[in-house]
Every structure is written in C-alpha cells, then in structure tokens.
C-alpha cells in the first residue's frame, strides 16, 4: 500500500509561516491535509484534486486566504504553505490520500481517505 510521509512542522512565533510536505511512495488521487490539536476532532484544512488546469483546492474558512494547499504529481508530493499563522492553529497536521481513485463525496470526512501519514506538529506561540 501507498505510505505518506509528512514534514515541516516546527514551533513558529505568531505571524509566522511554515511549509508543510507530504511523500508518497505511489501514485494518489485526491490529497488532503487534516489537523487535530488535543480534546478535538480532527479537522479537515485543505484538500486538492485533479491536474494541470484541471486541479481544484478547497479549504476550510478558518484558513482561507492564509494556507495554501499545492502539489507536484510527478514527485508524487503534496505541500501546505501556512502564512501568517495563529496560536489556534497550533495542532498536529495529518496528510491525508486516496489511492483507488478520487474522493467524491465530502472531502472533509476523514474516512473519505484510505491512507493516513503519522502527523507532524506545528505550535504556534503568541
């Protein structure tokens, strides 16, 4: 099966920025990055699908116009540039994929994905 590997996190100062990556070790179709900080429910942040002109993002309004989400299909990588970061985005950061085809139904339901990376965390300090 398909692994991913996610880096980038790090501890920040508010205001800050950070860019966060994803490996996989085979081909994935729709890709997405999740967080959970301690006593939540993971969340869903971003999400991408598609290619070249046809590739389409969504994000969830607590990072709109501050995240973006991005992807090289020929390295098989997905990436979460974060700008101006908040102590509330401090979380453990989860890289999410499909490899059996692209998600149709809510991309921010975690079992949309059937495969999952360990986590890397980002804090934010104020």
């Known amino acids: 099966q398909v692994q991913l590997v996610e880096s980038g996190g790090a501890s920040v100062q508010a205001g800050g920025s950070l860019r966060l990556s994803c490996k996989a070790s085979?081909?994935?179709?729709?890709k997405a990055w999740f967080r959970q900080s301690s006593g939540k429910e993971r969340e869903g942040v971003a999400h991408?699908?598609?290619?070249?002109?046809?590739?389409?993002?969504t994000y969830a309004d607590s990072v709109k116009d501050r995240f973006t989400i991005s992807q090289d299909n020929d390295r098989n990588i997905v990436y979460l540039q974060m700008n101006n970061l908040k102590p509330e985005d401090s979380a453990m950061y989860y890289c999410a994929a499909e490899d059996r085809g692209w998600v149709v139904g809510d991309w921010r339901t975690p079992e949309s994905y059937n495969i999952w990376g360990q986590g890397t965390q980002v804090t934010v300090s104020s």
């Open positions: 085979g081909k994935i179709f729709t």
């Open positions: 991408i699908m598609g290619a070249g002109g046809g590739t389409r993002t």
